[in-house]
Structure formats: structure tokens, C-alpha cells
């Protein structure tokens, strides 16, 4: 290939710069090997975070010619001529160069009410395939934080961050909702503090799942479903009324995840 | 003296993977104020990467299965260098190990009767690995990454532990490290430390470890007083992408073998059944009629070769390539795509599917994948009490990938993730109760912190000298072509001086920039650790006057029953980097003869 311009932006929190660097890609080469051919040759200091370089853990998020993007799975042949743009992730604070802060995402992790399973009889649990494969899809998530990072609820409104858990939560509470042994019901949390209510579906989380993860069909639509059918439906509030003593009476059967 | 903040806990985990989060579970439930350093984000691991699945004899899917039978392949697989006691352990702790993870949450594929699926995996004579698709290891570290943040632990991520810290007494009482976001240092003080750091393959060029594999555990304990063992014994996955070439090394799961895939040369030919060592000839088939039988039901055939255990199938590959029977690329075929439906491969290795999809433009529905041997894991480490994790440096406990003896010379696929789980639980037990018994303060020795943080600063002071990445780079070189899969003598001499150059370079580098965030920086204060446990590996193959397992010699092909007796034991004489290594003959651990028994059991 030929040579190609990369438009790194390089600053700290209190601003920056987009820098050039001419590279020239072998075959195949993905944008992270660029960076790092860069780190090793001119700029031992460029600031990037990765972990794996195979798409698994998710740690190299950032934003290629301005969309969210994996830098190890984004192929330098498959991007248009003309220079490459490289920014960090918008939604969240800048700690140098490509690397922001995501603990945003970490937070919103502690407070989700955690699995409560029923004791487990002796064997361990029966489950069949066709009731975890909803859950597994879920489960697929890398934590890349692209999501989050391209929801425009968060991305173009900080202030929304203290009420809004994202789409990477929003499936992590459908997987809950879905798992087959669980007896917590997260259902008004979700929609009182964790701002299901503010998505307006539009799909720009699913568009940018390197995991291919259905977020808005698979897991947001069925749980603002499930929420509403447990908040506005006097019919289905009843029946909520007798299922939670279900799961309530279930859930006093648990044993409680210790501590 | 340098300024730095400071935290007190009574268990300090090193390493937040499978053994780290592991621990840590079981010392909060223990009641004891635990906290964890990671050096990258939490979920980010390496454990992440295991794709395969969990070995445990659950007997689910073979009800005949059973510890004994685990117990047996584990230590055959190791080539009898195992400590036997570890390997009883793991065989009969690690069902219930799996068992727990439902518990906490995980969602592992499922039996027709709804139990846990398990598939086959070389080396394991029955189908025993419980597995998510081919993404095992996340489902593991996800489930134990929310069980640990619902427990409340304190997590401290993104912070490099650069040493351990002593007390009066000598004994370990915590870590000095630094802010990777900052570049600030950072102490902390604790009763016990377990180190779960996981691996080394960074030092060699062609791997599947990400960037974090630098050997900073092993370092940090042989550094502190506790001896390293079996450190030549490295496992070469067989089955690395081997194109294009900025994902060589990359991991390919042993599952598209359990799962019907084989290794055909470029002629065509179904190699590896010319390459069947005799310890494996009674169990495995002859011929591929037979072999393909056995995949539907293991009572019609014997086992396919290419479930061999995996140090037996790289040096297979690497013989095939060698005689120029090799792909163009320098590697072999693995074909599932005409054995298998597309369905059924989309559906048990999907991340397989998408990984050469999107980075090889391969379709492996419909062609085979060109692979060959990677750098993958390190059977040595630190060396261990079985049954508490704790080393011979009190308060010092290591688990997982940085311990060593379960795996003896030779790992077996899925007895990974399952060492994670059984003895990442024990050194949370192990180092609670060495807690209790523990008497008197300790005081933190200062001058060593002093010190830690005086050399990790030295390259800035610099402001010409070597570059980092140049060093990492002809250090990788460097163990590929002289510590590589096959070895020689006159390799590893060249290696062991060739170490010592690299060292002087070391002591010459030179950082560009700030602190903060600043990866040439982080990389000059590993490369101290990969140093020291690359010499260990070089010292290791040298004195190994044989072959076996994850260590080959082209001089000394065979085995040998006096070094099947021992491990080799390096100790540090100075604590430091750089200082003398010794290194002497330890006895393996007798196995007794009930033991015994079930190893020489026929099939």
C-alpha cells in the first residue's frame, strides 16, 4: 500500500492537537499496528490503550475517521483513500491521546443489583439451551464501551450521565431480566434511575457492536416492554402483584450472595 | 525520599484475571479487607482470550468420567514433571469450581437433559471442557468480574506493581507500583500478597499474549526471595494464524480440533497420524476411518491424533514445515470446512468465524485456515505448596499462570482455566489462614520502595539512549530463533550472552515525554521482569539435557529418566534484576503408589 497519512489527535485534558504521521501499511495490517509502528518508531509516547489485538477484550476503543470503531479490528485496506483520522472517544474525559477515562462505565456496573439464584441442587442447576442462548448473546459484550460512547443521550448531554446507565448496562440488565435462575426484579430501577426511558431506539449502539450484538431489537425493546408492562398496565400490574410474590417467595428461598 | 500515596489491606491481589478475581472472592468471604491491583482495565485480562472451555470431570456428557481419569491425562499430558498433589487437586476440585460459576451467574452451554455441555479437547481422554461457544474465558472472567464488584471489593486498575516490598522480618508486606494514567507511585501495604499475574509469552516474537504477558509476577516473586522451577518449559500453541502477517501468533482454539477440524499438509495429507509418540500409540486411532468415528462416539474408535496433547501436534507442524511440506506462508492447513456445516461451525466457533472473516478475509466455512505453532503459555513458575498456593517467602502466594507444577512439562487445553478457579480459591484460603497465625506489625522497609521508584525514574534522567521498543523487539527475536520450539545448545549459549548485552541496554534506556499515560515509559519498567525470567528460561533449557513436554532439544531428543526425577529450582541472590541467578536440581514430589496406579492404568 501507499503511504497514508494518520491525523492522530494527541493532548490532555486541558487540549491538544491533531498531529500527521506518513505510514506506509503491509498487507493486512489493522489501524492498532499503525499506532504501534508509530509508538516504536517516532512517538514512544503516544498515549493508546489495547490489550489483546484479536477483537476479545475490548480495550482499544476510539474513533476512526470519526466513527467509534475497535482499532484492531478495523482493517487500514478496507478505510477510503485520503488521510485517516484517529480521535478518542467523545462521550468520555480525555486522559492523553487516545486514552479517556471510562470509569463512568465502572460505576454504573456497581450498581447493578447483583444475580440471585435460588440454592443450587445437588448437580447444580438445569437449564436448556434455548432459554440461555438469549442471555449468552448478551454475554458476548467485550465491555468496548462503543456504545455508550456513540449514544447520543450521553455523547451530546453530560448531565444525562448521572441518570443514564447506557446501552453496554441496558443489555446487561435484559440479560439479567432473561436469565432463567434469577429472582431479583430490577424492572422500576431501570426505568426510575438507570434512564431506560431516554433512549429513543435509534439504533446507533447496535451499528456500532463489534460483537454484533442485537442491543436495541434483542434487549432495550424487550425490556422498555417489560417496564411498562410493569408500570402503566393495571392488568399487568395486578398480574406483576402475583408474579413478584413469586419471585419474592422464590427470592426468600435464595440464599443471598454472600457478603 | 519520594512522595507517594498509600493504602493498607490485609490480602493485596496482584493480577486481576481467572486466579486474582478467584482469590479475591474467597478472602472477602473470609471477612479480610481485600484489594486488587490491575495493571490494565478490570475484564481486560488475558483470561479473557481463552477460548476453549473449563476442564472439570463432571461426567456429564461421559458418565464414566471421573477425577482419576482427569488426574491421569493431566499428568501423562505433563509428562509425568507435574506435582502430582496439585494435579489431585485440581482433577477433584475443579467440578465444582465450574458448578460454582452458575451461581454467580454464568450461562455455560447446555446438554439436552440440561446439564453443562462438554466438548472434547487434546490430551482429555473424555469430553470434560464446559464451555460458552469458543468464548469461554470471558464468560469466566465476566462472571467473576461481577461477582467481585457486587461483593464491593476495591479494584485499582491501570496501576503497575513494580516490585514487592519486604517488613523487618523479611517477609512480603506489600507492593510499590505507579499510576499508568498519572505516573505517580503508589504503595501498598498488606498481611499476605498473592500474585496472579498470569504469563511471559511477550518475550517472544510470534504469540497469542497480549501486552501484558511480560512476566512481572514471576520477576517480582523470584526477586522477593521465591524460587522459580520448570521455567523451560513453554508451550507453543500448535495452531497460530500465521497470515497476514500483523496477526501472526494470533490464537486459534484448540475447540476446531475437538470439534472435527484436521491438519493437512500442502500435498493434502492428513499428517499427524506418522507423528504418534508411543506413550499415546495404544489410545489413538490408526487410521481415519477410525479416527472419524470416534467423534460421535469415543466406544467406536480410538481418539483422532490431532487431539494429541499439543506440545506432541506443534512439534508436528514445525517438522512438516521444516521438510518443506509447509503452506506458502510457512504454516499448515486446518480444515473444518469440509468436515463440518456451516451451520455447525458458525454456531460452536463463532469468534473463530469472525476472527478470520474480519482480519484474514478467510472464510472458514468454506476454506481451510493457515496455521502453525505460537508462543502461548509457561508451564514454570513460581513454586508452590499445592494445597495453600504459598511459596517459600512468607506472606508470598502465587496462583495461576505465574505458579507452577500442575502442569508438570506439558499443559493440557482447558486444565488452564480450571487451575485458575481451583487454585486462585486455595490461595485466598491459603493466605487467610496465614493471617491468622501471623503475629506482630510489620514495618514497611522504605528503602526498598525508595529504590523501586529511583529505577523505574532512571530512564527520563536519559536523554539519549536506547529505546524500549527497539530492546523489546531484538529480545523477541532474539528467544524466538535461540529458545524457540526446538533447541540446541549452541542456540541457548548464544541466547544466555546475547541476554546479557540486552541487560546492559536495559540499564541505558532512555524515555521520551511525561509520566502520564506514557506507554514507552511502561514498557521500559517491564522490560527489568522480562529480562530476569527470559534468563531463567535460557539457564532452564541449557541445563535440560532432554526432551520433553514444552522443551525440545535437537541434541537430546529423548527423555531421560534422571531429569524426569527433578525440576530445576532458580533462586535470585541479590533481589535484584539484573544480580546472579542460581540455579540447582529439585526432587519432584514422590508420587505414592495409589497414585501411581491410576497413571499406568491401561486404556
Given at each position: 500500500?501507499t503511504d497514508?497519512?494518520?491525523?492522530?489527535?494527541?493532548?490532555?485534558?486541558s487540549?491538544?492537537?491533531?498531529?500527521?504521521?506518513?505510514?506506509?501499511?503491509?498487507?493486512?495490517?489493522?489501524?492498532?499496528?499503525?499506532v504501534?509502528?508509530?509508538?516504536?518508531?517516532?512517538?514512544?509516547?503516544?498515549?493508546?490503550?489495547?490489550?489483546?489485538?484479536?477483537?476479545?477484550?475490548?480495550?482499544?476503543?476510539?474513533?476512526?475517521?470519526?466513527?467509534?470503531?475497535?482499532?484492531?479490528?478495523t482493517?487500514?485496506?478496507?478505510?477510503?483513500?485520503?488521510?485517516?483520522?484517529?480521535?478518542?472517544?467523545?462521550?468520555?474525559?480525555?486522559?492523553?491521546?487516545?486514552?479517556?477515562?471510562?470509569?463512568?462505565?465502572?460505576v454504573?456496573?456497581?450498581?447493578?443489583?447483583?444475580?440471585?439464584?435460588?440454592?443450587?441442587?445437588?448437580?447444580?442447576?438445569?437449564?436448556?439451551?434455548?432459554?440461555?442462548?438469549?442471555?449468552q448473546?448478551?454475554?458476548?459484550?467485550?465491555?468496548?464501551?462503543?456504545?455508550?460512547?456513540?449514544?447520543?443521550?450521553?455523547?451530546?448531554?453530560?448531565?444525562?450521565?448521572?441518570?443514564?446507565a447506557?446501552?453496554?448496562?441496558?443489555?446487561?440488565?435484559?440479560?439479567?431480566?432473561?436469565?432463567?435462575?434469577?429472582?431479583?426484579?430490577?424492572?422500576?430501577?431501570?426505568?426510575?434511575?438507570?434512564?431506560?426511558?431516554?433512549?429513543?431506539?435509534?439504533?446507533?449502539?447496535?451499528e456500532?457492536?463489534?460483537?454484533?450484538?442485537?442491543i436495541?431489537?434483542?434487549?432495550?425493546?424487550?425490556?422498555?416492554?417489560?417496564?411498562?408492562?410493569?408500570?402503566?398496565?393495571?392488568?399487568?400490574?395486578?398480574?406483576?402483584?402475583?408474579?413478584?410474590?413469586t419471585?419474592?417467595?422464590?427470592?426468600?428461598?435464595?440464599?443471598?450472595?454472600?457478603? | 525520599?519520594?512522595?507517594?500515596?498509600?493504602?493498607?489491606y490485609d490480602?493485596?491481589?496482584?493480577?486481576?484475571?481467572g486466579?486474582?478475581?478467584?482469590?479475591?472472592?474467597?478472602?472477602e468471604?473470609?471477612?479480610?479487607?481485600?484489594?486488587?491491583?490491575?495493571?490494565?482495565?478490570?475484564g481486560?485480562?488475558?483470561?479473557?482470550?481463552?477460548?476453549?472451555?473449563?476442564?472439570?470431570?463432571?461426567?456429564?456428557?461421559?458418565?464414566?468420567?471421573?477425577?482419576?481419569?482427569?488426574?491421569?491425562?493431566?499428568?501423562?499430558?505433563?509428562?509425568?514433571?507435574?506435582?502430582?498433589?496439585?494435579?489431585?487437586?485440581?482433577?477433584?476440585?475443579?467440578?465444582?469450581?465450574?458448578?460454582?460459576?452458575?451461581?454467580?451467574?454464568?450461562?455455560?452451554?447446555?446438554?439436552k437433559?440440561?446439564?453443562?455441555?462438554?466438548?472434547?479437547?487434546?490430551?482429555?481422554?473424555?469430553?470434560?471442557?464446559?464451555?460458552?461457544?469458543?468464548?469461554?474465558?470471558?464468560?469466566?472472567?465476566?462472571?467473576?468480574?461481577?461477582?467481585?464488584?457486587?461483593?464491593?471489593?476495591?479494584v485499582?486498575?491501570?496501576?503497575?506493581?513494580?516490585?514487592?516490598?519486604?517488613?523487618?522480618?523479611?517477609?512480603?508486606?506489600?507492593?510499590?507500583?505507579?499510576?499508568?494514567?498519572?505516573?505517580?507511585?503508589?504503595?501498598?501495604?498488606?498481611?499476605?500478597?498473592?500474585?496472579?499475574?498470569?504469563?511471559?509469552?511477550?518475550?517472544?516474537?510470534?504469540?497469542?499474549?497480549?501486552?501484558?504477558?511480560?512476566?512481572?509476577?514471576?520477576?517480582?516473586?523470584?526477586?522477593?526471595?521465591?524460587q522459580?522451577?520448570?521455567?523451560?518449559?513453554?508451550?507453543?500453541?500448535?495452531?497460530g494464524?500465521?497470515?497476514?502477517?500483523?496477526?501472526?501468533?494470533?490464537?486459534?482454539?484448540?475447540?476446531?480440533?475437538?470439534?472435527?477440524?484436521?491438519?493437512?499438509?500442502?500435498?493434502?495429507?492428513?499428517?499427524?497420524?506418522?507423528?504418534?509418540?508411543?506413550?499415546?500409540?495404544a489410545?489413538?486411532?490408526?487410521?481415519?476411518?477410525?479416527?472419524?468415528?470416534?467423534?460421535?462416539?469415543?466406544?467406536?474408535?480410538?481418539?483422532?491424533?490431532?487431539l494429541?496433547?499439543?506440545?506432541?501436534?506443534?512439534?508436528?507442524?514445525?517438522?512438516?514445515?521444516?521438510?518443506?511440506?509447509?503452506?506458502?506462508?510457512?504454516?499448515?492447513?486446518?480444515?473444518?470446512?469440509?468436515?463440518?456445516?456451516?451451520?455447525?461451525?458458525?454456531?460452536?466457533?463463532?469468534?473463530?468465524?469472525?476472527?478470520?472473516?474480519?482480519?484474514?478475509?478467510?472464510?472458514?466455512?468454506?476454506?481451510?485456515?493457515?496455521?502453525?505453532?505460537?508462543?502461548?503459555?509457561?508451564?514454570?513458575?513460581?513454586?508452590?505448596?499445592?494445597?495453600?498456593?504459598?511459596?517459600?517467602?512468607a506472606?508470598?502466594?502465587?496462583?495461576?499462570?505465574v505458579?507452577?507444577?500442575?502442569?508438570g512439562?506439558?499443559?493440557?487445553?482447558?486444565?488452564?482455566?480450571?487451575?485458575?478457579?481451583?487454585?486462585?480459591r486455595r490461595?485466598?484460603?491459603?493466605?487467610?489462614?496465614y493471617?491468622?497465625?501471623?503475629?506482630?506489625?510489620?514495618?514497611?522497609?522504605?528503602?526498598?520502595?525508595?529504590?523501586?521508584?529511583?529505577?523505574?525514574?532512571?530512564?527520563?534522567?536519559?536523554?539519549?539512549?536506547?529505546?524500549?521498543?527497539?530492546?523489546?523487539?531484538?529480545?523477541?527475536?532474539?528467544?524466538?530463533?535461540?529458545?524457540?520450539?526446538?533447541?540446541?545448545?549452541?542456540?541457548?549459549?548464544?541466547?544466555?550472552?546475547?541476554?546479557?548485552?540486552?541487560?546492559?541496554?536495559?540499564?541505558?534506556?532512555s524515555v521520551?515525554?511525561?509520566?502520564?499515560?506514557?506507554?514507552?515509559?511502561?514498557?521500559?519498567?517491564?522490560?527489568?521482569?522480562?529480562?530476569?525470567?527470559?534468563?531463567?528460561?535460557?539457564?532452564?533449557?541449557?541445563?535440560?539435557?532432554?526432551?520433553?513436554?514444552?522443551?525440545?532439544?535437537?541434541?537430546?531428543?529423548?527423555?531421560?529418566?534422571?531429569?524426569?526425577s527433578?525440576?530445576?529450582?532458580?533462586?535470585?541472590?541479590?533481589g535484584?534484576?539484573?544480580?546472579?541467578i542460581?540455579t540447582?536440581?529439585?526432587?519432584?514430589?514422590?508420587?505414592?503408589?495409589?497414585?501411581?496406579?491410576?497413571?499406568?492404568e491401561?486404556?
Amino acid at each position: 500500500m501507499t503511504d497514508v497519512t494518520m491525523r492522530i489527535w494527541r493532548g490532555d485534558a486541558s487540549g491538544g492537537e491533531f498531529v500527521d504521521y506518513e505510514v506506509a501499511p503491509n498487507e493486512g495490517e489493522v489501524v492498532l499496528d499503525i499506532v504501534h509502528r508509530i509508538q516504536a518508531t517516532v512517538a514512544p509516547d503516544l498515549a493508546c490503550r489495547w490489550n489483546c489485538k484479536a477483537g476479545k477484550c475490548g480495550s482499544c476503543s476510539a474513533e476512526v475517521n470519526g466513527r467509534p470503531r475497535l482499532m484492531c479490528m478495523t482493517r487500514m485496506q478496507d478505510l477510503p483513500a485520503g488521510p485517516v483520522t484517529l480521535t478518542p472517544m467523545k462521550t468520555f474525559p480525555i486522559i492523553r491521546d487516545l486514552v479517556t477515562d471510562v470509569s463512568f462505565n465502572y460505576v454504573m456496573a456497581e450498581k447493578v443489583p447483583a444475580f440471585l439464584p435460588p440454592p443450587m441442587p445437588e448437580g447444580g442447576y438445569r437449564m436448556f439451551q434455548k432459554d440461555v442462548e438469549r442471555g449468552q448473546e448478551f454475554r458476548k459484550c467485550i465491555e468496548c464501551f462503543l456504545c455508550q460512547d456513540v449514544c447520543h443521550v450521553i455523547r451530546d448531554h453530560e448531565d444525562n450521565k448521572a441518570n443514564y446507565a447506557g446501552p453496554r448496562f441496558f443489555i446487561r440488565y435484559a440479560e439479567l431480566e432473561m436469565h432463567p435462575l434469577d429472582t431479583n426484579d430490577r424492572r422500576e430501577l431501570v426505568y426510575e434511575e438507570m434512564g431506560l426511558g431516554y433512549c429513543n431506539i435509534t439504533k446507533c449502539c447496535t451499528e456500532v457492536c463489534p460483537e454484533h450484538i442485537h442491543i436495541t431489537d434483542n434487549a432495550i425493546i424487550p425490556l422498555k416492554e417489560r417496564v411498562v408492562d410493569a408500570q402503566f398496565d393495571p392488568v399487568a400490574w395486578l398480574g406483576r402483584k402475583i408474579r413478584r410474590k413469586t419471585k419474592r417467595s422464590a427470592a426468600e428461598g435464595a440464599v443471598q450472595p454472600s457478603p | 525520599m519520594t512522595d507517594y500515596e498509600q493504602h493498607d489491606y490485609d490480602v493485596l491481589i496482584i493480577g486481576a484475571g481467572g486466579a486474582g478475581l478467584r482469590a479475591a472472592i474467597e478472602a472477602e468471604q473470609r471477612g479480610l479487607k481485600v484489594g486488587i491491583v490491575t495493571k490494565s482495565l478490570l475484564g481486560k485480562a488475558h483470561t479473557v482470550m481463552a477460548e476453549g472451555g473449563i476442564a472439570a470431570a463432571m461426567g456429564n456428557v461421559y458418565p464414566e468420567d471421573n477425577w482419576k481419569v482427569h488426574f491421569r491425562d493431566t499428568m501423562r499430558g505433563g509428562k509425568m514433571l507435574n506435582n502430582y498433589r496439585m494435579a489431585e487437586l485440581h482433577a477433584k476440585e475443579s467440578p465444582e469450581r465450574v458448578l460454582e460459576l452458575e451461581q454467580w451467574g454464568a450461562l455455560f452451554d447446555r446438554t439436552k437433559d440440561g446439564k453443562i455441555l462438554q466438548r472434547d479437547f487434546g490430551g482429555h481422554r473424555y469430553a470434560r471442557l464446559a464451555h460458552v461457544g469458543d468464548r469461554t474465558g470471558l464468560e469466566l472472567i465476566r462472571t467473576l468480574q461481577q461477582k467481585v464488584v457486587s461483593m464491593g471489593t476495591d479494584v485499582f486498575m491501570e496501576c503497575k506493581v513494580l516490585q514487592l516490598v519486604h517488613d523487618a522480618d523479611g517477609r512480603v508486606a506489600g507492593c510499590v507500583a505507579y499510576w499508568r494514567a498519572t505516573g505517580e507511585f503508589v504503595t501498598f501495604r498488606a498481611k499476605a500478597v498473592i500474585v496472579a499475574t498470569g504469563g511471559t509469552g511477550r518475550s517472544w516474537m510470534f504469540t497469542t499474549n497480549s501486552w501484558e504477558g511480560t512476566g512481572d509476577g514471576h520477576a517480582m516473586c523470584l526477586w522477593a526471595g521465591a524460587q522459580l522451577i520448570d521455567m523451560e518449559c513453554i508451550q507453543f500453541h500448535p495452531t497460530g494464524m500465521v497470515w497476514p502477517l500483523s496477526v501472526r501468533g494470533l490464537l486459534v482454539t484448540e475447540s476446531v480440533r475437538g470439534d472435527g477440524g484436521v491438519l493437512r499438509n500442502a500435498e493434502g495429507k492428513r499428517f499427524m497420524f506418522d507423528y504418534v509418540a508411543d506413550m499415546f500409540r495404544a489410545e489413538t486411532a490408526d487410521s481415519e476411518e477410525e479416527a472419524d468415528k470416534w467423534y460421535d462416539d469415543h466406544s467406536a474408535g480410538r481418539r483422532p491424533p490431532e487431539l494429541l496433547p499439543r506440545d506432541e501436534v506443534a512439534r508436528a507442524i514445525n517438522t512438516e514445515v521444516k521438510a518443506g511440506r509447509g503452506t506458502a506462508h510457512g504454516g499448515v492447513f486446518l480444515d473444518i470446512a469440509s468436515r463440518r456445516s456451516p451451520e455447525f461451525i458458525k454456531r460452536r466457533l463463532p469468534s473463530m468465524y469472525h476472527q478470520f472473516m474480519e482480519l484474514a478475509g478467510v472464510d472458514i466455512t468454506r476454506e481451510p485456515m493457515e496455521i502453525g505453532p505460537t508462543c502461548h503459555y509457561i508451564m514454570g513458575g513460581v513454586k508452590v505448596d499445592a494445597d495453600s498456593a504459598a511459596t517459600r517467602t512468607a506472606g508470598l502466594f502465587a496462583a495461576g499462570e505465574v505458579a507452577a507444577g500442575l502442569h508438570g512439562a506439558n499443559r493440557l487445553g482447558g486444565n488452564s482455566l480450571s487451575d485458575l478457579l481451583v487454585f486462585g480459591r486455595r490461595a485466598g484460603v491459603g493466605a487467610a489462614d496465614y493471617i491468622e497465625s501471623r503475629q506482630g506489625d510489620s514495618e514497611f522497609d522504605t528503602g526498598e520502595v525508595d529504590r523501586a521508584i529511583h529505577e523505574a525514574l532512571d530512564p527520563f534522567e536519559r536523554a539519549t539512549g536506547e529505546n524500549p521498543y527497539d530492546v523489546q523487539h531484538d529480545l523477541q527475536e532474539m528467544m524466538q530463533a535461540d529458545v524457540g520450539i526446538i533447541r540446541t545448545a549452541s542456540e541457548i549459549d548464544e541466547a544466555i550472552v546475547q541476554l546479557e548485552s540486552l541487560s546492559d541496554r536495559v540499564k541505558h534506556l532512555s524515555v521520551k515525554g511525561g509520566r502520564a499515560y506514557n506507554p514507552g515509559w511502561n514498557l521500559a519498567t517491564d522490560l527489568p521482569a522480562m529480562l530476569s525470567v527470559c534468563k531463567c528460561v535460557a539457564i532452564g533449557a541449557r541445563e535440560r539435557k532432554e526432551s520433553r513436554g514444552g522443551h525440545t532439544r535437537e541434541d537430546f531428543p529423548k527423555a531421560d529418566a534422571h531429569y524426569g526425577s527433578i525440576n530445576f529450582a532458580h533462586s535470585s541472590d541479590t533481589g535484584t534484576w539484573d544480580g546472579p541467578i542460581t540455579t540447582e536440581e529439585s526432587p519432584l514430589l514422590a508420587i505414592p503408589d495409589e497414585f501411581r496406579a491410576l497413571l499406568e492404568e491401561a486404556t
